[in-house]
């Protein structure tokens, strides 16, 4: 399994971002986001299932972030609106085969990953 995303940039806050990651190899049961800030741990910020595409997010995101999947295409996307400061992170994409909570909250759970795309938002 391959995971390659891309997207990400340097906005103001209140602006928006797409980011996009693409897979390639084996197909595992559910695709997630996670970021980290700088002088902090790797956090989870949302997770869609292939199947059904139920989908779950962290509080901080929840109502601004928007996960999706296009299983034609091998892509996952993260629509972000509203982007505050906070939200400045390296942001990873990853696979897992889990498929509910906690377990995917937890990064262990995730078995690949993707090489992190940097978004920045200043103010």
């Known amino acids: 399994v391959q995971l390659q995303a891309s997207g990400g940039g340097r906005v103001q806050v209140g602006n928006s971002l797409v980011l996009s990651c693409a897979t390639s190899g084996r197909r595992q049961n559910t695709m997630g986001w996670f970021r980290r800030a700088p002088g902090k741990e790797r956090e989870f910020v949302a997770s869609?299932?292939?199947?059904?595409?139920?989908?779950y997010y962290a509080d901080s995101v929840s109502g601004r972030f928007t996960i999706s999947s296009d299983s034609a295409k091998n892509t996952m996307y993260l629509r972000m609106i509203s982007l505050k400061p906070e939200d400045t992170a390296v942001y990873f994409c990853?696979?897992?085969?889990?498929?509910?909570?906690?377990?995917?909250?937890?990064?262990?759970?995730?078995?690949?990953w993707g090489q992190g795309t940097q978004v920045t938002v200043s103010s």
């Open positions: 869609i299932t292939w199947s059904n595409g139920i989908t």
């Open positions: 990853a696979s897992s085969n889990e498929y509910s909570t906690p377990y995917l909250y937890d990064q262990k759970s995730y078995d690949y």
